[in-house]
């Protein structure tokens, strides 16, 4: 069997999956509010959690770009299935570039094969996320003592460990800052339950305190002063696609259901379908789902083949595609009329699930400031251009 053969059942498995198990997974988070444990059990008995990992790991082995098409077909499913699929298929990737091999088998390996849950934690409640952290750490032999917090922590009050972003006390800038695996049950670590969100309803979602919690320096990846790789290279850039892939899966769920409602809902003797104004608006829905896909498809390859533009790719397809949601979305909800409001539609769970997309992985105001940082550093290298 070819590859492509192989992705081919791959995908047929995972859409098969989301249109039926996955919905009625998505109906139980919703009456119940919680994510349980036998969900992701079965998403890692069917292999969902390690699609993108190595097969040496224990992975599928797909390649980036082609991962991103599966991550549009899980989108389309509740928002907490997507964010378990998405989170789990990218963090492996920030801790392997830097890992030791005694470390890739304490965290990366059992992180792909589901044995542990590791959280991503650089989000802080006073500051943004990235060379600005304050959460700092003190050095003392072969331990760091932790002090600071943060915030917005998914899986914070179920996971086994926190990959954290911290400072070493007395330094500024990106130099100074080193990326630590906390476990969970470390002492002076207290984790408060933030999960009451408007949308992803489900996913679990912590507030963090430290108190000189002692962490082992033989957790952290990479040396002082390479914390932010870990997290800004080896996480955020595809994490940024990834999202951006997710908000297209979304957005064709919303078209999908606007147009199915449009088709059999009748007013004055005429479906829906019938009328232009439904027409132009299902019309331009498909058109801009369709560049979004094409934009992110084009961030992914850029991104897999290591080119020097994904950090940018990264957050073009990322603001696109989140205003491109919006607009898709608050029309598919005015197709639906007044109904589509109800808790009874499906739209109104999409159109909630939605609003999250605008600011997981950065808003759209920190992804046009790295766009333009890019732009600024092209024109600046290019000789004979006035400054």
């Not at 899986?155 to 130099?175: E, I, K, P, Q, S």
Request: charged residues 25%; glycine residues 10%.
């Amino acid at each position: 069997m070819t590859d492509s053969e192989r992705f081919d059942q791959l995908r047929t498995q995972v859409e098969r999956w989301v249109e039926g198990p996955g919905e009625r997974w998505a109906e139980r988070i919703e009456e119940t509010g919680h994510v349980p444990e036998a969900l992701w059990s079965e998403l890692n008995r069917l292999g969902f959690l390690r699609i993108a990992a190595p097969v040496e790991y224990g992975g599928h082995g797909v390649e980036f770009a082609r991962w991103m098409e599966l991550m549009e077909i899980f989108s389309r499913s509740h928002g907490s299935i997507r964010m378990i699929v998405h989170v789990v298929n990218g963090i492996w990737r920030a801790m392997d570039g830097h890992a030791t091999p005694k470390q890739r088998q304490r965290f990366v390996i059992p992180s792909v094969d589901g044995r542990i849950k590791i959280a991503f934690t650089l989000t802080e409640p006073g500051n943004g996320t990235g060379a600005d952290i304050t959460t700092s750490v003190v050095r003392d032999g072969d331990t760091y003592y932790l002090s600071g917090r943060k915030h917005l922590i998914t899986f914070g009050m179920r996971c086994d460990h926190y990959l954290l972003a911290a400072r070493v006390d007395g330094t500024t800038g990106r130099d100074g800052i080193v990326a630590l695996l906390v476990p969970r049950s470390a002492p002076g670590l207290t984790a408060e339950d933030t999960s009451n969100t408007m949308g992803v309803i489900g996913t679990d979602h912590a507030s963090l305190t430290f108190d000189r919690t002692p962490v082992p320096v033989a957790n952290r990846l990479g040396a002082e002063g390479e914390g932010l790789d870990v997290f800004l290279g080896g996480f955020l850039t595809p994490s940024r696609i990834s999202v951006a892939m997710s908000c297209v899966g979304l957005a064709q769920r919303a078209q999908e259901l606007a147009f199915s409602y449009a088709s059999s809902r009748v007013t004055f003797g005429k479906n829906l379908t019938q009328r232009q104004a439904i027409q132009f608006m299902l019309a331009e829905n498909a058109a801009d789902i369709e560049a979004s896909r094409q934009l992110v498809l084009r961030a992914a390859h850029c991104f897999q083949q290591g080119g020097d533009d994904a950090s940018m790719l990264s957050s073009m397809a990322k603001m696109h595609a989140v205003s491109m949601l919006t607009t898709v979305t608050d029309k598919a909800l005015q197709i639906h009329g007044g109904l589509g409001y109800w808790r009874s539609q499906k739209i109104e769970r999409v159109y909630r699930d939605a609003r999250a997309q605008r600011f997981e992985e950065g808003t759209n105001e920190v992804q046009k400031a790295v766009i333009f940082r890019e732009l600024l550093h092209r024109s600046q290298a290019r000789p004979g251009v006035a400054r």
